[in-house]
């Protein structure tokens, strides 16, 4: 199942809750040694993986017991690489550099196809 932003909370907690069984299954971890792991209680495990149970911090505990803190990472990274901030950033240097060059900002020439120069 793919998750967006459409998706309502309830559907991505209960998805969530699904993979994360899948991987544990595919660790060969009981919910129980899992849980021991984690340090956190086998009833909030078996509440996770079936989407009732939403704490942050049993997760984390979770991904750490699990080897996986990159997925932690790449939940929220450091930065953000936003195609449309780096484009604003590049835009708002050039026009410093032509103020910086002429005093002013230089207005964007259009030049249309069946112009000629």
Do not use: H
């Amino acid at each position: 199942m793919k998750i967006d932003y459409l998706t309502p909370e309830y559907t991505i907690l209960t998805e969530m809750g699904r993979r994360l069984a899948l991987v544990r299954k595919q660790q060969g971890f009981s919910q129980t040694r899992l849980a021991e792991e984690a340090g956190i209680g086998v009833a909030t495990l078996r509440r996770i993986e079936s989407g009732q149970d939403g704490q942050m911090a049993s997760w984390l505990k979770l991904l750490k017991a699990l080897s996986m803190t990159a997925s932690i990472d790449a939940l929220l990274p450091e930065t953000f690489a936003s195609p449309m901030a780096e484009v604003l950033s590049k835009s708002t240097l050039s026009k410093k550099a032509q103020q910086s060059k002429k005093g002013r900002v230089a207005e964007p020439r259009i030049r249309w196809g069946d112009q000629s120069e």
